[in-house]
């Protein structure tokens, strides 16, 4: 396409140059009955799954439509969406946090035809573009990460698996009728961008060689020390080389040396210095993890713990994955009692019951060796079951 200046003029880059004026602020956006209603609400209900009644002090009423978005969207899309609020809620709509979409009505009736609408929409390869659901004890969306789409550190793609475990689970979306409601996420590194660390599944990209390294470059393009102090187990120290160069030149450079049994493959180094690359095709997989929640709902936050050691990559269909996340997902709703989070559960029966009833296998890499903190994690009492 031809060049269009936005008026932006190159030669006077400060000039007219509008600065710190943050987000819109929120109640520009708010539909009527919400504004109204700010901070008089009541009580609410689940009507049923995907539509939530809001009661307000005065009698109002709201009825929200949560349907499922696949995050990455094309603006096509996004007006797709911008054509249903105009059509059904006065233009406004909302995202939630876990990436679902929210239409607010003020009917009952306008929310059930608004309902049907979403769930009769369908790209042309047969999936839903607006499946309704995500509220109560259910399954909804998987909070996610960039993959092989963005980012240069994953060890697996986001997109790819998320689409994969969602069509796997796909009527739990639209029901609720697990004992309380599994939140799934997906971190494509151990960066863990997003909330893998404290959801009930989660799903992790992990690698399993140290990195290459890159030693012609290595002093040109990276801060030495900074490589070695990203590395949370001393693999890592500065050395002086001798190398041929790619032209055939022999010279000695400053670079790095990496204890290959003291590394667990955290990528880190990498992030920190491009001369440390560790993505592998058939290194790099998947790592489950499970227990974790944010909300203080009668039990504390807790992290997730490691409860499959490696998947592999399967692109573009990840079965293993697809099938191991459904074997989780079943064992916990054919036992655990109403209310209980994935993590209430495995703590009430016993990991290694968690371990039996799933069916997955437990290996000395979900034991924790990671400083002194790891001894908590054994167990010191004769309490537990044959
Ligand atoms: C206008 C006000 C509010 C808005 C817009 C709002 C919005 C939300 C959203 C978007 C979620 C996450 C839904 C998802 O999974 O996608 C959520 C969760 C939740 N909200 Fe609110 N909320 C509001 C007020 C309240 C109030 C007043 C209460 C309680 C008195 C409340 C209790 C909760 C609880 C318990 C959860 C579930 C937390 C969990 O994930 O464990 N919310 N809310
Ligand atoms: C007495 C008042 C309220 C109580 C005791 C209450 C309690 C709860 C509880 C226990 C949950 C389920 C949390 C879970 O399963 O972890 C929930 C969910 C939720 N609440 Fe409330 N709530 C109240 C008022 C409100 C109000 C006024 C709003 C919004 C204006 C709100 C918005 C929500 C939302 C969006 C969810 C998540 C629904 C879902 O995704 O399944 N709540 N609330
Ligand atoms: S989790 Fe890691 S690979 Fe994925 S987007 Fe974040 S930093 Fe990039
Ligand atoms: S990948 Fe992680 S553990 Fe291995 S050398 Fe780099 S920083 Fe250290």
């Known amino acids: 396409m031809a060049f269009v200046s936005s008026g932006y003029n190159p030669a006077k880059p400060m000039e007219n ?36 009644m809001h009661k307000a002090e005065g009698g109002d009423e709201v009825y929200t439509v949560r349907c499922g978005g696949a995050r990455l ?3 096509g899309h996004v007006r797709a969406l911008c054509a249903i609020a105009d059509k059904f809620c006065g233009g406004h709509l909302r995202f939630t946090t876990r990436n679902n979409i929210e239409f607010m009505v003020e009917t009952l009736e306008e929310a059930k035809k608004l309902k049907e609408y979403l769930n009769a929409q369908k790209f042309d390869g047969g999936s839903h573009k607006f499946p309704v659901g995500g509220t109560g004890a259910g399954i909804t969306n998987i909070v996610h990460t960039q993959g092989w789409v963005h980012c240069h550190t994953p060890a697996t793609d986001a ?24 939140r799934i996420s997906m971190a494509c590194c151990l960066n863990m961008c997003g909330a893998v660390h404290c959801s009930d599944i989660a799903i992790l990209g ?61 990528g880190n180094c990498y992030t920190m210095c491009p001369s440390l690359p560790l993505s592998d095709q058939t290194g790099d997989g998947l790592v489950i993890m499970a227990g974790g929640k944010v909300s203080n709902r009668i039990s504390n936050p807790k992290f997730s713990k490691v409860v499959v050691a490696f998947i592999p990559n399967e692109p573009p269909r990840w079965p293993t994955l697809a099938k191991t996340i459904r074997q ?18 495995a703590e009430r029966i016993g990991w290694e019951r968690f371990f039996e009833k799933t069916g997955l296998e437990f290996s000395e890499h979900m034991i924790d060796d990671f400083r002194d903190p790891a001894y908590y994690t054994w167990r010191q009492t004769t309490n537990f079951k044959f």
């Open 206 to 266: 992990y690698h399993r060689k140290p990195p290459i390294i890159d030693h012609e470059w290595l002093d040109n393009l990276c801060e030495i020390p900074l490589a070695v102090a990203a590395c949370p187990v001393g693999a890592i120290r500065p050395t002086k080389k001798e190398i041929v160069t790619e032209k055939g030149e022999t010279k000695t450079v400053n670079t790095v040396a990496i204890k290959n049994e003291r590394c667990m493959f955290c």
């Open 17 to 52: 140059r509008i600065t710190d004026i943050g987000p819109r602020h929120f109640s520009e956006f708010l539909p009527p009955v919400i504004a109204k209603n700010k901070g008089k609400w009541l009580w609410h209900e689940i009507v049923e799954p995907g539509l939530l």
């Open 159 to 182: 997109s790819g698996t998320v689409k994969v475990v969602l069509d796997e689970l796909f009527e739990e979306f639209g029901q609720m009728r697990m004992p309380a409601q599994v």
């Open 73 to 75: 969207m094309s603006v």
């Open 328 to 345: 989780i997902v079943e064992a916990y709703a054919s036992d655990a009692r109403k209310y209980e989070r994935v993590g209430d559960w």
